[in-house]
């Protein structure tokens, strides 16, 4: 069963990638590129989150371009329903996944500690 909501996660990530890259034409996306990267569906496959990402110039334009495939949900599922071959599609819940940011955050923070030369003073304290 495992395998089967994997391939089934991977797929619609796929078809949705595919669909908001081809299909969704609307202004307010301006340069932003948007990724799907990951899907999760519940086992009943009513529902599906869809994790996207959104490379653009601006926070702002980030902002806009994820509330802009928000509001093309219905015509998301209403493709994908020609793509893929499912007797349930589910509603789509769109997050926007900031896993990036954060790890480009947290390396910023590691490059800043080496470069100060961090040392650890708990150990020289710990002489007691």
Do not use: W
């Not at 890259?21 to 009943?44: F, Q, S």
């Not at 869809?50 to 334009?61: F, G, N, Q, T």
């Amino acid at each position: 069963m495992k395998i089967k909501m994997e391939r089934i996660n991977s797929e619609l990530a796929r078809q949705i990638s595919k669909i908001i890259a081809e299909d969704v034409k609307d202004p307010r996306l301006g340069d932003a590129i948007i990724g799907v990267t990951k899907v999760r569906t519940t086992p009943d496959l009513k529902y599906a989150k869809v994790y996207i990402s959104v490379y653009a110039p601006s926070k702002e334009l980030v902002t806009e371009a994820f509330y802009t495939v928000c509001r093309a949900s219905t015509f998301i599922r209403n493709r994908l329903k020609d793509c893929v071959q499912m007797r349930l599609l589910p509603e789509l819940n769109f997050v926007l996944d900031e896993t990036e940011e954060h790890s480009v955050v947290i390396e910023q923070l590691l490059a800043q500690i080496k470069k100060e030369g961090y040392s650890d003073t708990s150990d020289e304290n710990s002489d007691n």
